[in-house]
């Protein structure tokens, strides 16, 4: 969905046929300033949709970001400055929030991921775990973590998963399956295996990714170590399956060159982040 339309039914949704409470309380000629600022330590996402859903709602409000997507924030830090109408402000609150905090809870949570494999030769990356309809917002901010976005969709990249596998009648076979079609429409192919006897079966294949899907420390020391031996290209290693933030650094240096997170996307705690008018 696009962005407009989507902050259009956002509002919609909240809205309905009326503030009732802002109308009742605040004088229609009133005008003041807003603040929104961070009630903790984060990373921001999502300025975009925010911006968009005041705009939407009163082009007249004058909107003075004071962070960008990536920056991170501290308890009482500033993000926003908004001034003109109370009224469209205090009815904006509520979705401009939802959007901003949602997403900037993503980064936050991508950003802990990211520093927890410092110095190592690993990126994190996401998944399509994401909310429907939400996807290209969140993937957006998973990246302002400092995360790599893995495939948008089933139509960017071939990722022959542990289904496909069981319906193609094997490894080798579902790789052979997809390896022509895929060259001609300059997809890359990743394959899903779960034991290193899959592993195996798949490197003759030469995929140009393997997801080394719920492996053991020892498992993944060993897949790596295999790989290393090929002579010429060699497949990027993506490690995915049971991973959190206590033990993703121990994932990380096994060697592999990814690991791959849906919880970045599917159970990153919103960030706690407040709208208040100026006294």
């Excluded at 400055?81 to 980064?107: Q, V």
Aim: charged fraction near 30%.
């Amino acid at each position: 969905m696009e962005l407009e339309a989507l902050v259009r039914a956002a509002l919609a949704e909240d809205i309905g046929d009326g503030d009732r409470t802002t109308a009742w309380t605040v004088p229609e000629t009133a005008t003041g300033r807003a603040r929104i600022v961070a009630k903790a330590h984060g990373v921001i996402a999502g300025r975009e949709a925010a911006d968009l859903v005041f705009r939407t709602l009163d082009s007249e409000l004058a909107l003075d970001w004071r962070r960008r997507d990536g920056d991170r924030v501290a308890p009482d830090d500033e993000v926003l400055e908004i001034g003109g109408a109370l009224r469209s402000i205090l009815t904006a609150e509520r979705t401009a929030l939802n959007f901003l905090g949602r997403l900037s809870g993503i980064a936050t949570l991508a950003a802990r991921y990211v520093k927890a494999v410092e110095n190592t030769e690993c990126r994190i990356a996401d998944t399509r775990k994401t909310t429907p309809g939400l996807r290209t917002l969140e993937k957006r901010a998973a990246a302002a973590g400092g995360a790599l976005n893995h495939r948008m969709g089933l139509f960017d990249m071939v990722l022959v998963k542990e289904n496909h596998v069981r319906v193609a009648g094997g490894v080798a076979a579902a790789l052979q399956a997809v390896e022509g079609p895929a060259a001609g429409q300059r997809l890359e192919v990743e394959i899903e295996v779960r034991t290193l006897d899959e592993l195996d079966e798949a490197l003759t294949e030469r995929p140009a990714r393997i997801l080394l899907d719920n492996m053991t420390r020892r498992e993944l020391q060993e897949a790596v170590r295999r790989v290393g031996t090929m002579r010429g290209g060699r497949p990027l290693l993506e490690a995915s399956g049971g991973v959190t933030l206590e033990n993703v650094r121990e994932i990380a240096a096994t060697g592999v060159d990814l690991v791959s997170i849906g919880a970045i996307t599917h159970s990153a705690p919103a960030l706690d982040l407040s709208l208040l008018v100026a006294e």
